[in-house]
T-cell receptor
Framework: DTGVSQDPRHKITKRGQNVTFRCDPI?????LYWYRQTLGQGPEFLTY????????KSRLLSDRFSAERPKGSFSTLEIQRTEQGDSAMYLC???????????FGDGTRLSIL | DQQVKQNSPSLSVQEGRISILNCDYT??????FLWYKKYPAEGPTFLIS?????DKNEDGRFTVFLNKSAKHLSLHIVPSQPGDSAVYFC????????????????FGQGTTLQVKP
């Protein structure tokens, strides 16, 4: 399977803990995106990388959120001091260009107890 | 502000008939639109796209129509099949600043399509 891979698929944690998610994009895709989806809503943009450079962050991304793509391949999204409102599906997508379809992984569902 | 809107949360259609899913947008700078399908516990899957220089794009059973003056697009599925039952998202690529274009997507809220056998 050469699609976008996300790990873990599910994460349950207590409020205040730190969590980290990983995304492996399609290998030839230089663009990588993180989105967050809550129940009944469409995905909302969080941040975007072109190769290893993080070029845009949404205002939704508070200081507790950080994302990296150290070698322009896989990416990690870390949430520090998790809050109840962080419970959501975190989706990763990749593409080869700005006007090309993004291909999504199956997401990481985060539940905060 | 919701720049991409799907005003029908759900749609039920009989197998073999046409499904029409609608989407409205507010930003006249949007010039590329996509439809995604999402099954439970899976990520969105790309279906079909359309550039603003076209008013129609067709791929098999799926056709997307774009009416720029009305800022409206629709997805037609003909004939509808039970396997088409899913949540459908309309999305637009956000315009960039100057010559840059991040390609980030702005999604509607989704429409749940149920195709009855």
């Amino acid at each position: 399977d050469t699609g976008v891979s996300q790990d873990p698929r599910h994460k349950i944690t207590k409020r205040g803990q730190n969590v980290t998610f990983r995304c492996d994009p399609i290998s030839e895709h230089n663009r990588l995106y993180w989105y967050r989806q809550t129940l009944g809503q469409g995905p909302e943009f969080l941040t975007y990388f072109q190769n290893e450079a993080q070029l845009e962050k949404s205002r939704l991304l508070s200081d507790r959120f950080s994302a990296e793509r150290p070698k322009g391949s896989f990416s990690t999204l870390e949430i520090q001091r998790t809050e109840q409102g962080d419970s959501a599906m975190y989706l990763c997508a990749s593409s080869v260009g700005s006007n090309q379809p993004q291909h999504f992984g199956d997401g990481t569902r985060l539940s905060i107890l | 502000d919701q720049q991409v809107k799907q005003n029908s949360p759900s749609l039920s259609v009989q197998e073999g008939r046409i499904s029409i899913l609608n989407c409205d947008y507010t930003n006249s700078m949007f010039d590329y639109f996509l439809w995604y399908k999402k099954y439970p516990a899976e990520g969105p899957t790309f279906l079909i796209s359309i550039s603003s220089i076209k008013d129609k794009n067709e791929d098999g059973r799926f056709t997307v129509f774009l009416n720029k003056s009305a800022k409206h697009l629709s997805l037609h599925i003909v004939p509808s099949q039970p396997g088409d039952s899913a949540v459908y998202f309309c999305a637009a690529i956000a315009p960039g600043v100057g010559s840059s274009n991040t390609g980030k997507l702005i999604f509607g809220q989704g429409t749940t399509l149920q195709v009855k056998p």
